[in-house]
């Protein structure tokens, strides 16, 4: 692993814990040894999901993701980047950017997005807050299912990933490569 990766993770190490205390609604834990490249996310959100006679129901949550930084993190030569770093685990999840453990984080992922980044950008998807219902959905099922009834989503008022209470937006200190 090369110098500026292992700088990078031991900032996003100290993201985690900064979203972890600032944060009611989501959980960081390490999952590999330091420095850290992959993380075991929960989200304490409501989600849409199918019920075993056909309808759709909404579940207390949690949902489960992996966010997973591989070696070319920060400079791809793979496979598209966006479907490698994170994965849901959480199975059931009803979301038009949502299909089997992949994750559409929208055309704004980058290469090198910050760890506290990745997270507000999966709240945002899995709150429902970002959504496709076109012909772009990474699950079109899903879109037509929120096409045809939209009122689903409005019981799943979602709670802010940060309470105002908490005063000072979030602040991480970054090391310089």
Sequence with gaps: MD??????LHNAGREAAELNRRSDVVRLAPVSPDPVETYCC????????PNGSGDIEVAP??????????????CPVGPPLGLRVVALLTADVLHPNVR????CLGGGFRPATALSVLVMEMYDV?????YT???NALNPAAAEVLRG???????LQAPALFPRKSGSPL???????
């Design 100 to 103: 089997g453990p992949y994750v």
């Design 3 to 8: 110098e500026v990766l292992t700088r990078f």
């Design 61 to 74: 949550g949690p949902i489960l993701a992996l966010i997973r930084f591989p070696l070319d993190y920060l």
């Design 42 to 49: 929960e989200f304490r959100l409501r989600y849409l999901r």
């Design 171 to 177: 602040r991480i200190e970054v090391t310089p490569a």
């Design 149 to 155: 009834r939209p009122g689903l989503l409005a019981g």
């Design 126 to 130: 899995l709150s429902y807050r970002n």
């Design 133 to 135: 219902l076109d012909h």
